[in-house]
């Protein structure tokens, strides 16, 4: 079973102020922390899994520049057997453009399965991972939260609305893109991510893929990044924690629910 | 003069909300820019979509077909992009749902139109469409244009625009019925089944006191204080999805797209950004009170009222109270 996971780095932005470029196109990400997707981080525990059970190789992909680095040493670390980024240079991206790289890219690998998550933390797109199976010619399947490999063909999981399941199967190679819980990814300790430095991080450039100008041409085109518009949003309770659980416990007498 | 598209949506014999909510907008978008609007729908032999469609359209496209019964990526791509390419529609909208996020981006890549996803909003400009999105789960909003193209194709947020609930009075879309093309391929996907994982002991749909955890609460020790407050409160417990993710609490537990939909009176969120996929659930919460330690975390824009603190500080002040009478 070989596997490939496509992997991506995104800003932390839980209890982070974001501040809007001067450009007005994107953030200003010099004060930001980076940590893996949190859905890759299931995706890469996924392939393992899977090669631990079944054999065979887990190579980690990103589209990104060297700082990037980081997350396909971490999946490294976590047990993938080597890694692979291309470096995209100073091309504008839009979800298209990743999926021709990555198509690209794995159209030259030998794959049974290739895993993406469900969407990316930052521009939460939710379109790479289909994309990059039509590339490549091959089925697919959204938000899987289970995968049990049977002759040549995949059982899953497809988490649909309101707590329900589509079960279908799908001929390998597929591609499927992986929802948050379908596993427990493990833990990476520093000493892991150090040790994983003896495994191959190749990089390549654009130029040795053979991309064409269409396939290098974003289809779409961020114009602004701009704040949330005004709503009446909420009446802020001030005061100290005391005063705050007083109004708290009034409001809800208020509604009729406290006891 | 052009058409808009809205790909249908269905599951075991109902059109789903999102389907209407397309056509709301897509028909207010018509009006403006004298556009025609055509509901599209796939779906299994005698279906009755068609009819069932035909007062919110000018047109109704019906595709009937056995291989066309349950939702399938590859044959519903191969079917659609027949339809695209014969037609040329301007705008082609299908929801952002586990399904949609399937099928629109490997359509868009076929059929050389470009794609926006998760849209919750469409403005049709002189220079072009444009779609506002939202970015890093909704702190930020984005603009997002076009690459000038024939057509183009937008996955729409579900929830983002109204649900009329009658069809419009001049509404009478005529039903025509295509066949499925005999050169659809076979598919590399097998349906085998629907399976329910909501259920559990506790029915958080029923609760009029909700006191919610999100993935602020940190781990899974700290669950226990919350739970507790619950209980002083008379309330039940419920989480957002990381903190099932987690295995800290079972996926009863759950509000939101992919969990329940919840109607309580009181929503207390303690820890929880306010994803889209979250607060879609608590839409018919009478009053939402947010704390957070992040005063621009999304949750209160959407809650009534809020206090920005750790949650663990604000759960003590309140048993204390609860407890000291
Ligand atoms: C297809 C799909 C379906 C999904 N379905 C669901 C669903 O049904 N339900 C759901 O909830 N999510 C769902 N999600 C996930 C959703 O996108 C978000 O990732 C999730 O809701 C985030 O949960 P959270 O708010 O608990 O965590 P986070 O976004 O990490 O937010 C944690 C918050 O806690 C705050 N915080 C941290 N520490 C403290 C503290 N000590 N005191 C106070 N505040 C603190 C932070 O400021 C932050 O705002 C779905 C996603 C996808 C792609
Ligand atoms: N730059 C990238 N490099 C590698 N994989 C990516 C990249 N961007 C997105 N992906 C993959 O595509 C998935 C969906 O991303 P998106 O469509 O951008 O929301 C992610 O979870 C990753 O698996």
Known sequence: MDIVVCIKRVPLIQEVDLEINDAQTGVRDEALAYVINDWDNYAVEEAVILKEQLGGSVTAITVGSEADEEVLRRALAMGADQALRIDPGSRQLDGFVISRILTKAIGTMTYDLILTGVQADDDNGGMVGSMVAEGLGIGHAAVITAINIKDGEAVVHTELEGGMDEVSKVKLPALLSIQTGINEPR???????????????????LESLGLSEDDLTPRTVVEQ??????????????GDAGAVAETLLNLLKEKGVSK | MGHIFVIAEHRQGELRDITFEMLYKARALGREHAHTLTAVVLGGPDSGFG???????????????DRLSAFDADIYTAALLKLVTDEAPFLTLMGHTPWGMDLAPALSVRAGLPVATDCVDILLEEGGPVAIRQIYNGKLYSRVGFKASTGYMMT????????????????AGEVATR?????????????VEFVDTGGGEVDIAQADLLVSVGRGVGEAENIDAVKALAELLGGTLSCSRPVVDRHWLPKYHQVGTSGKTVKPKVYLALGISGAFQHVAGIAGAGTVIAVNKDGKAPIFRVADYGVVDDLFTVVDALKEKITSG
């Open chain 1, 187 to 205: 833990y990476v300790s520093i000493m892991g991510i150090r040790k994983a430095r003896k495994k191959e991080l190749k990089v390549t450039d």
């Open chain 1, 225 to 238: 990044v701009f704040f949330p518009p005004e709503t009446a949003g909420a009446e802020m309770i001030q």
């Open chain 2, 51 to 65: 009819d069932r469609l035909a007062p919110w359209a000018d047109r109704v496209v019906v595709m009937e077909d």
């Open chain 2, 156 to 171: 729409v947020r579900p929830g983002a625009f109204s649900l009329d609930e009658a069809p419009p009075e001049d509404g």
């Open chain 2, 179 to 191: 066949a499925l093309d005999a050169e659809v391929p076979e598919s590399r996907k097998e349906f």
